[in-house]
T-cell receptor, first 114, second 112 residues
C-alpha cells in the first residue's frame, strides 16, 4: 500500500521554538506539497516542490521554509514558532507528468504552539 | 487570489437519503476538478475527479456534476451511509502540473 508518512501526529511546542515537520513518501513521486488546514478555511498551500532541491512558495509561505534534499522526503520548518501557527499540517505527493493531478495525502501533523 | 468555495459548511442527512454537496469555483480556466473525503483523524482521500471537457462522471455510489456555465461543481452520494460522515473538499487545478486549490469543506453528518 503506497503511503505518505508524516512522522509526528501530534506536537506541542513553545513560542519561539524551531519546529521540523517531516514527510516521507514511498511512491517515487516527483512533486510534494505542504498544506495547512484550519476550521472554516479549508486547505491552504504553504510550499511545494517539483523535484529534489526545488521549492516554490504557495499562498501562505510566511513564517515557513522547506527542505527537499532527497526525493522521498519533504520537510517543513518553522524557524520561530508562533501561536498563529497552531494548525493541522498536511503533506501530499503526486507523480510528475500530464494527467497527474491527484494528490496522495499523509494523515496530518497537528501542531499546537503555546 | 481565486479560490474554490463551498455553498454550505455543514449538511445533515438521514441514512439512506441521497446527499448533494455543492461547490462554486471562480477560475474559468481550471481544467480539472477533484473531490476529496476526509474522515476524522485522517488525511483527505481521493473520491472522484472530472475534467472540464465532461459534465458528469459516475463512480460507485457517487456522481460528480460539472456546470461550466455557472462554474458549479457538485458531488452526489446515493443511499448515504453512516460511514460517509466526513468533511468533503472540492479542489481545482488551473493547469496541469500546478498545485491544487481547495475549497473550505462541507461536513456531512449521517444519522441512522
Amino acid at each position: 500500500d503506497v503511503k505518505v508518512t508524516q512522522s509526528s501526529r501530534y506536537l506541542v511546542k513553545r513560542t519561539g521554538e524551531k519546529v521540523f515537520l517531516e514527510c516521507v513518501q514511498d511512491m517515487d513521486h516527483e512533486n510534494m506539497f505542504w498544506y495547512r488546514q484550519d476550521p472554516g478555511l479549508g486547505l491552504r498551500l504553504i510550499y511545494f516542490s517539483y523535484d529534489v532541491k526545488m521549492k516554490e512558495k504557495g499562498d501562505i509561505p510566511e513564517g515557513y521554509s522547506v527542505s527537499r534534499e532527497k526525493k522521498e522526503r519533504f520537510s517543513l520548518i518553522l524557524e520561530s514558532a508562533s501561536t498563529n501557527q497552531t494548525s493541522m499540517y498536511l503533506c501530499a505527493s503526486r507523480p510528475q507528468g500530464p494527467g497527474a493531478n491527484v494528490l496522495t495525502f499523509g494523515a496530518g501533523s497537528r501542531l499546537t504552539v503555546l | 487570489g481565486e479560490s474554490v468555495g463551498l455553498h454550505l459548511p455543514t449538511l445533515s442527512v438521514q441514512e439512506g437519503d441521497n446527499s448533494i454537496i455543492n461547490c462554486a469555483y471562480s477560475n474559468s480556466a481550471s481544467d480539472y476538478f477533484i473531490w476529496y473525503k476526509q474522515e476524522s483523524g485522517k488525511g483527505p482521500q481521493f473520491i472522484i475527479d472530472i475534467r472540464s471537457n465532461m459534465d458528469k462522471r459516475q463512480g460507485q455510489r457517487v456522481t460528480v456534476l460539472l456546470n461550466k456555465t455557472v462554474k458549479h461543481l457538485s458531488l452526489q452520494i446515493a443511499a448515504t451511509q453512516p460511514g460517509d460522515s466526513a468533511v468533503y473538499f472540492c479542489a481545482e487545478n488551473k493547469q496541469a502540473g500546478t498545485a491544487l486549490i481547495f475549497g473550505k469543506g462541507t461536513t456531512l453528518s449521517v444519522s441512522s
